[in-house]
């Protein structure tokens, strides 16, 4: 029987044949997954992946940014590429390029981050892939809790909230973004577009880039990894929303009714780092607060990279992999975690659809959903945007709706820099601090493996 992959393949394959479709481009596992999200989402709404910069009221020129922005999606064809399925077949429908840049005027009595989470609540699900949105801000808006100080003490400042689609990005693709965004700012308003042989030579990359990517899943998709996958998640069952029963904080309580609340911290780093089966083991202690003892849970993280030989190109490339997370009252082995994890990464390129078809076929009455999420990155690698020679300073503005019950952020540096968010309906700022303080202690503790 085919994998999930190459019947893919073969209905891409068929769309060119037939020469029906010389304006598309094939989506690889990772993107097919945040389509099937986009498509369970009763309004259609896409994954957002926004970056929020704060500059100096008046840094920001937006004709200049404007002009920088659509030479980024004239040259890179997931920025002005939509979603689109074609005789059933999910792809990427080439556009042009076309990025909103908008000033956004905040209502009176609006903070700046309110703006912000009003005109992300109202993305319109068609458009682009990237927009772009100046809110300004000043010292006389208050913050509204933990990571949502916009502007800070030092005068009046602006947020320039850089919002992409997630099939049109990954963690690879972010930091390359800012840093070509920034070097096109700086050509000048009116800079050249990019020439066509250069927007001829980045799609042929893009296209080649993706099919070897999906070569690589069809091969990743072997009965062995789908028996791998389904003797590993069997006993895998998301837990289903259960109303708050704890009180909300104070201090939640002053963020009104936002649909995801928010915490975090920053702890010392070990001298050698922290592993991945230790964030792993933190999320799993995380994971017993707010679910409770006996259960498995599905906890995902991206890993991965682009297949031997594929061009650097700017899109999503990277897998989401699957952890089954074991709660209980006993803390895990940590060398059964990091001996589980290792196993899974020889796995980890069955694209995400395939796995979840191997765990259903096994028994699993899992539905592909996640119960939490973990995300790592490291600080020397996200570079400031910079404009008109001016850093901009990356801030967290929280408070918006979140996919699935809580996910966890690290960043790796001198410091462990730690944030998780959850949802509101479906766990209560009591629960979800106690289990915040649960991840912490775990990973305050002396390390007990290198991983």
Known sequence: MLSITSQYLARFRRLHDDGGAPDVLPVTGAQRRFVLVRSMDPAG?????????????????????????RHLAALHPVLRARPDVLRGTPVLRLARPDVPVVRVAPAAGESAATAVRRVLRDW???????????????PDEAPEGPGTAPGGSDGPREVLAVVLEHTACDGQSLARLVEELGAAYAAGHGADEPSPSDVAAELDAYREAVLLQLDAEERAGSPAALAYWGDRLRAVRERAAVPPQQPARPA??????????????????????????????ACRAAATVLHGTAHVLPLGYPWGGRPPGAAPVLGC????????????????????TAGAWWDDLDHAAAPFDTVVHAARTAGSAWTGRLDGLLTVDDARRRPALRLGGVPGR?????GRPVRGPFAVSVTQGPEL?????????????????????????ALRSPARTSG
């Open 45 to 69: 709404r896409p994954d957002l992946v926004p970056m929020f910069f704060s500059f100096p009221r008046g840094t920001v020129d937006l004709r200049r940014l404007a002009s920088a922005a």
């Open 417 to 441: 820099a730690l944030r998780m968010v959850w949802d509101r309906a479906v766990h209560s700022d009591g629960t979800a601090g106690d289990a915040f303080a649960a991840l912490t202690d």
């Open 317 to 336: 490339f990277l897998n989401t992999v699957v952890f089954p997370t074991a709660t209980g009252t006993a803390p895990a082995s940590p060398e059964e």
């Open 394 to 398: 990356e801030i967290h503005i929280d």
């Open 124 to 138: 319109s699900p068609e458009g682009a892939p990237l927009r772009l949105f100046l809110v300004p801000d000043g």
């Open 252 to 281: 939640a309580a002053a963020s009104g009714t936002l649909p995801s609340g928010s915490a975090e911290a920053r702890i010392p780093a070990p001298d050698t780092g922290t592993s991945f089966p230790q964030l792993l083991d």
